[in-house]
């Protein structure tokens, strides 16, 4: 495997293990033993962790070491309402822009979450979250695609809301997923009607829902 190639191995696997609170916010990483358990080198292992500084995953403090970073309710705050801010703008027109593709996408990918939820009912919401939020970030991506430009999925992206809150899940009760899985439906039911004023309403309610659910835990005590 070639150096590059490496670097994005070792930087998705510490990306995975921070986001599934592995290590804990404010733990500081041992470098020597990042190099000992992943069997790799310094260099590429700098190097995936200076990406993930870039991303906000840890801080890297001269002469103190490497700290996967802190969960700040501000910051999150602060993203959701952009976050907000581009979802209820790009709804407001995405019905004259949506193809009988992306209708099916939509089909597909409401399926895909009604399986998951499906299945944890049975195994428990710990067991299939990752999973759920990944197409829930479809979802949401999608919208800003197909209603706005690449540039604002870009940003949209940047401000990581999935990412954070993939940090924090761990601490949300069942009630939670359950009305999370709930606000979907109600999203993917005005999708089915072609209602804009319905989709707007119905997005509305799960970002402030969602807002509320990861401000409230992410002030928890870990």
Same mark, same amino acid.
């Not at 490497?66 to 907000?84: G, H, N, P, W």
């Not at 800003?144 to 940003?155: A, C, I, K």
């Given at each position: 495997?070639?150096?590059?190639?490496?670097?994005?191995?070792?930087?998705?696997?510490?990306?995975? #293990?921070?986001?599934?609170?592995?290590?804990?916010?404010?733990?500081?990483?041992?470098?020597?033993?990042?190099?000992?358990?992943?069997?790799?080198?310094?260099?590429?292992?700098?190097?995936?962790?200076?990406?993930?500084?870039?991303?906000?995953?840890?801080?890297?403090?001269? #002469? #103190?070491?490497?700290?996967?970073?802190?969960?700040?309710?501000?910051?999150?705050?602060?993203?959701?309402?952009?976050?907000?801010?581009?979802?209820?703008?790009?709804?407001?027109?995405?019905?004259?822009?949506?193809?009988?593709?992306?209708?099916?996408?939509?089909?597909?990918?409401?399926?895909?979450?009604?399986?998951?939820?499906?299945?944890?009912?049975?195994?428990?919401?710990?067991? &299939? &979250?990752?999973?759920?939020?990944?197409?829930?970030?479809?979802?949401?991506?999608?919208?800003?695609?197909?209603?706005?430009?690449?540039?604002?999925?870009?940003?949209?992206?940047?401000?990581?809301?999935?990412?954070?809150?993939?940090? &924090?899940?761990?601490?949300?009760?069942?009630?939670?997923?359950?009305?999370?899985?709930?606000?979907?439906?109600?999203?993917?039911?005005?999708?089915?009607?072609?209602?804009?004023?319905?989709?707007?309403?119905?997005?509305?309610?799960?970002?402030?829902?969602?807002?509320?659910?990861?401000?409230?835990?992410?002030?928890?005590?870990?």
């Amino acid at each position: 495997m070639d150096l590059p190639n490496l670097t994005d191995v070792i930087y998705q696997l510490l990306r995975e #293990r921070i986001l599934r609170y592995e290590f804990a916010p404010g733990a500081r990483l041992d470098l020597a033993e990042l190099e000992a358990s992943l069997e790799v080198s310094r260099t590429p292992l700098k190097d995936a962790l200076t990406r993930l500084e870039a991303e906000g995953l840890v801080e890297i403090l001269p #002469r #103190r070491g490497t700290f996967v970073a802190a969960i700040s309710a501000e910051k999150l705050d602060e993203a959701y309402k952009i976050r907000s801010a581009f979802e209820l703008y790009v709804v407001l027109c995405i019905f004259k822009y949506l193809t009988p593709q992306d209708f099916a996408f939509f089909h597909d990918l409401r399926q895909s979450l009604e399986a998951l939820a499906q299945s944890a009912d049975a195994n428990g919401w710990g067991s &299939i &979250i990752h999973d759920y939020l990944a197409l829930d970030q479809q979802l949401h991506e999608h919208f800003v695609l197909r209603g706005g430009t690449p540039r604002m999925l870009q940003l949209f992206q940047q401000m990581n809301v999935h990412m954070h809150v993939r940090r &924090i899940i761990r601490r949300y009760q069942p009630r939670d997923f359950q009305a999370l899985h709930f606000e979907h439906e109600q999203i993917f039911e005005a999708l089915d009607d072609r209602s804009p004023d319905r989709l707007n309403a119905a997005l509305l309610n799960h970002l402030e829902a969602s807002r509320y659910r990861a401000l409230r835990y992410s002030q928890e005590t870990p």
